[in-house]
């Protein structure tokens, strides 16, 4: 049996949406169609303001743009996260400060972020690990206390929540990807929301190479020009397409994610009880989390590499993730962070292993997933 560690999920209904995106011409970006999906996401995330991007990285890359950085002003953010939101922060001029995470959920510790804080210190950025909630009551608070701007790196958050509100709408905005890795896919694209209304104005024109040609498009002025620095972050119609076909299904694959993720729960927890693994506790908050990623802890790297090697002799792809920020060369060379020493972010890095999570994994093929790694977990560990 052969069990990548994704497949995307994409049929007729996204050939076909494709098919009349490219019959009705135009392929550039900010058609019709992007315009359509931008509505549909605000309804989705009941936000009144929604732009399309070519990517969740210059998503935030704008929201910061935005957010006018002063050189070197520090923004607070967790180690733990992909590469792009610590690229954001310095292509806004800012300087990414690192600190830790929660060891329950791998995300910001609002504990860590208010020892951070500072005179230098502009905003926080923080990431939705696994589309679960970062603590924001605490991180808003700490926002207002100090008058810095948060931004959210909802990247991998569509669909969750954080009360009565849709992760990626508390902040002064939030920044989602569609990738083809994620729960709704376009291939590439990413989207900013936001409730400001100042904030997507400017937005938009950044994304618009920094002019006001979407308001030229709109007939609210005679011609469009060069307003401010920007960048060409225009999603294409035809990517569009696909998203808005897959947003017509994601109901259904969320349903999906949602069921297979409580299986794993149920199916490992003797592993856990036996403190073999550590499971995320995802099964108290199953109905307002996305079901992005499923991951246990093991004891270490050691183990890890050969649970992950062992799974793959099995055919069964599963996978490390994030290689701490903080521990980067580029880090270390230009941020100073070789002293930095950040516990629960290191450990997490070399023990977390991500199992194969997402809609059209089979029970079969996710039984021999349970019963291979539970074969391997206790042969490798002691009683």
């Given at each position: 049996?052969?069990?990548?560690f994704?497949?995307t ?6 050939i ?8 009705q ?21 009941e936000?009144?303001h ?32 992909f590469v ?14 690192f ?14 972020v208010a020892?951070?804080?500072n005179?230098n210190?502009?905003?926080i ?26 931004i959210e ?22 920044c ?52 401010e ?41 003797p592993l856990?009880?036996e ?38 002799l ?6 490390f993730?994030?290689?701490?920020l903080h ?17 629960v ?9 991500r ?16 019963d ?8 490798t560990?002691?009683?």
């Amino acid at each position: 049996m052969q069990i990548p560690f994704l497949r995307t999920t994409i049929g007729e209904r996204e050939i076909k949406a494709v098919s009349e995106a490219l019959h009705q011409g135009h392929l550039c970006g900010d058609g019709p169609i992007c315009r359509r999906v931008e509505q549909r996401l605000c309804e989705l995330l009941e936000c009144p303001h929604v732009l399309l991007t070519t990517s969740c990285t210059h998503a935030m890359e704008a929201a910061l743009l935005a957010m006018d950085v002063e050189p070197g002003a520090e923004i607070i953010m967790p180690s733990f996260a992909f590469v792009s939101a610590a690229n954001a922060v310095l292509r806004s001029g800012g300087k990414p400060v690192f600190v830790d995470v929660d060891p329950t959920f791998l995300n910001l510790s609002s504990h860590a972020v208010a020892e951070a804080i500072n005179p230098n210190t502009a905003g926080i950025l923080c990431v939705h690990y696994a589309g679960v909630p970062c603590p924001m009551d605490e991180l808003l608070d700490l926002a207002e206390q100090h008058d810095l701007f948060l931004i959210e790196d909802a990247a991998q958050a569509l669909g969750s929540k954080w009360g009565d509100h849709s992760l990626g709408t508390l902040g002064a905005a939030g920044c989602f990807s569609f990738h083809g890795t994620k729960n709704v896919v376009a291939g590439e694209g990413g989207a900013l929301a936001t409730r400001n209304k100042i904030l997507a104005q400017r937005v938009e024109i950044i994304r618009e190479k920094g002019t006001d040609r979407s308001a030229f498009f709109r007939g609210e002025v005679d011609r469009y020009t060069w307003q401010e620095e920007g960048s060409s972050y225009v999603l294409s119609d035809v990517l569009a397409a696909i998203l808005h076909a897959q947003l017509d299904r994601s109901n259904e694959f969320q349903e999906q994610r949602r069921r297979l993720g409580l299986r794993y729960m149920e199916g490992l927890k003797p592993l856990a009880e036996e403190e073999r693994i550590l499971l995320p506790p995802f099964d108290a908050m199953a109905d307002w989390i996305n079901w992005h990623i499923f991951h246990i802890q093991v004891l270490g790297q050691e183990d890890r590499d050969h649970v992950l090697n062992q799974l793959k002799l099995r055919g069964i792809q599963a996978s490390f993730h994030f290689v701490p920020l903080h521990l980067s060369p580029y880090a270390r060379r230009f941020l100073g962070t070789e002293d930095l020493y950040l516990p629960v972010t290191e450990e997490a890095a070399v023990s977390l292993i991500r199992l194969p999570l997402y809609p059209g994994l089979t029970e079969t093929e996710q039984e021999f997933v349970m019963d291979s790694l539970t074969s391997i977990v206790r042969e490798t560990q002691p009683s």
